[in-house]
């Protein structure tokens, strides 16, 4: 039986995410936990050594799916073990498989699921030392642009960089409700109703569910933010990031201020998929990722 999942499941269930091979950024447990009931519903249960998590819409007509299962200790799950598990737990569909697993598998893959590209589901990965670097003439772009915004913010009214904890991430929240609150502002903000409770899920456990972060205050006010969680051992996911566009070099600053203050344990970042937006595809590649990772899908023959 599948249990509905909860914010105190974290300490339990975070094992069996630490050591994972799968790239994409659904695979952070504190991103599963922070999105739960936003677009559906999660839940999981666990079959001997393998924690098995669920997803159903809560729109109907409530299709379901299940992740890749997650085996602790870390082992491979062949094709074979893939569809046994999705026909014992009467799942039809497995989401976010990485291409990683797909292509070395295809073969024997193809002979017990259709295998479908999800469109809008590739993640980019970049090099966590040329985000914080900004090295060398393809990031000259970057680099121009928080000197703009140095030199036309920083001077004027002062700039401050502060690390995320959860006693000052409520001003997350304040920034967020002043946004909503006033349209000169809040028309710069992108950001869906279903985003916006995700960054508020995220806020209130923020220490909890150990995410990390920084805040950008310009003129002493809060101006921006970016925050995210492991996805593995060396690798960050960048689960949110808002900030005013109206501020020149204020987003590529705070991309930066990011990359230099995360844990030394990371080497490479996560910055989710483009969702098929061509204005997001364009920033994410003006960045210069390391790897870009397909998700497909598994649907039982």
């Known amino acids: 039986m599948f249990n509905p999942l909860k914010t105190e499941d974290y300490s339990a269930l975070k094992i069996f995410f630490t050591g994972h091979r799968y790239p994409l950024c659904e695979y952070s447990l504190a991103s ?24 159903t819409d809560l729109e109907p007509p409530a299709a379901r ?18 569809s046994e598990i999705a026909r014992r737990n009467r ?13 070395p598998h295809r073969a024997e893959l193809g002979t017990l699921f259709n295998i479908t590209e999800q469109a809008g589901y590739m993640d980019y990965i970049y090099d966590l030392r040329d985000m914080a670097g900004l090295a060398g003439h393809k990031y000259s772009k970057k680099r121009n642009l928080i000197a703009q915004f140095n030199k036309q913010s920083a001077e004027e009214r002062g700039v ?12 997350c929240l304040d920034l967020l409700n002043r946004w909503a609150a006033d349209p000169e502002t809040g028309k710069h903000l992108d950001m869906l109703n279903c985003e916006r409770k ?7 456990r ?16 809060i101006s921006g933010f970016a ?49 098929e937006k061509p204005g997001l595809a364009k920033a ?15 649907t039982l023959k």
Request: with cysteine; hydrophobic share 40%.
């Open 91 to 103: 799942h039809a569909r497995y989401y976010y498989v990485p291409e990683s697993y797909i292509e």
């Open 227 to 275: 925050f995210g969680s492991r996805l593995s051992g060396d690798t960050f996911v960048l689960n949110f990031e808002k900030a005013l566009d109206n501020v020149k070099g204020l987003y590529q600053f705070l991309d930066n201020e990011l990359a230099k203050h995360l844990p030394a344990q990371y080497a490479f970042i996560n910055k989710e998929s483009d969702l």
């Open 198 to 204: 995700a960054i508020i899920n995220s806020l209130n």
């Open 206 to 221: 923020f220490e909890q569910l150990e995410m990390e972060g920084v805040l950008v205050f310009i003129g002493g006010e």
């Open 65 to 82: 799916r299940l992740l890749m299962p997650l085996p602790c200790p870390c082992r491979e799950i062949s094709p074979l073990e893939l």
């Open 32 to 55: 599963i936990i922070v999105w739960n009931r936003c677009l559906y519903e999660v839940s999981w249960k666990i079959e001997g050594d393998t924690l098995l998590v669920a997803e």
């Open 284 to 298: 994410k590649e003006s960045y210069y990722p390391c790897r870009k990772v397909k998700s497909y899908t598994l």
């Open 160 to 171: 401050k960089v502060e690390p995320m904890t959860q006693k000052n991430s409520g001003l």
